[in-house]
């Protein structure tokens, strides 16, 4: 079974703090994306990377940077911690194949508050 | 841009009974996929069922089946003998054919009454 997984479950972190989200898969996926997930919005993508040290822009990149360093691994960082980034943030990985629309595999999420 | 609506952000239904999930999206592409993702509470989200645009015949996943209706850009999700672990929240989700990323609906929210 994939497994994805993120490094905290809960933070807890003060304005202007810089936050790091890691999360790791254990299945070579090439693609990696992490998302944001608020009520009555959905989830929405913020970034993603198809590859080590490869990113594209989500729908909302402002006020986030990531890194993939490594193919399992791959952070999302907030440089300056806002408590409009108080969220859910979920990480996801899939396999890159010729025909596109493969499954994504969720970790279990960072429910983080920012005071 | 793609867009993914789902009109009933909550839904109930008593065990056992039958229940279907809207979502309607919107695209001029002709190769797509769509998915129906399912986040029980506090638990990792997980697909329930996935659909190629160019297969006519509807996906079916056990209890789980989508009614595809490809010209009226309409995927809803039925459940059939619906069970308690049922309760989530059903997000429905579109991929290009040759892209990666998902765009997804706002939710539907479904609690199963004992």
């Known amino acids: 079974d994939v497994k994805v997984t993120q490094s905290s479950r809960y933070l807890v972190k003060r304005t202007g703090e810089k936050v790091f989200l890691e999360c790791v898969q254990d299945m070579d996926h090439e693609n990696m994306f992490w998302y944001r997930q608020d009520p009555g919005l959905g989830l929405r993508l913020i970034y993603f990377s198809y590859d080590v040290k490869m990113k594209e822009k989500g729908d909302i990149p402002e006020g986030y940077s990531v890194s993939r360093e490594k193919k399992e691994r791959f952070s999302l960082i907030l440089e300056s911690a806002s408590t409009n980034q108080t969220s859910m943030y979920l990480c996801?990985?899939?396999?890159?194949?010729?025909?596109?629309?493969?499954?994504?595999?969720f970790g279990p999420g960072t429910r983080l508050l920012v005071l | 841009a793609q867009t993914v609506t789902q009109s009933q952000p909550e839904m109930s239904v008593q065990e056992a009974e039958t229940v279907t999930l809207s979502c309607t999206y919107d695209?001029?592409?002709?190769?797509?996929?769509l998915f129906w993702y399912k986040q029980p509470p506090s638990r990792q989200m997980i697909l329930v069922i996935r659909q190629e645009a160019y297969k006519q015949q509807n996906a079916t996943e056990n209890r789980f089946s989508v009614n595809f209706q490809k010209a009226a850009k309409s995927f809803s999700l039925k459940i059939s003998d619906s069970q308690l672990g049922d309760t989530a929240m059903y997000f429905c989700a579109f991929a290009r054919g040759s892209n990666y990323k998902l765009t997804f609906g706002k939710g539907t929210l479904l609690t199963v009454n004992p």
């Open positions: 695209t001029s592409e002709n190769n797509y996929y």
């Open positions: 996801a990985s899939s396999l890159i194949t010729t025909g596109g629309g493969e499954t994504q595999y």
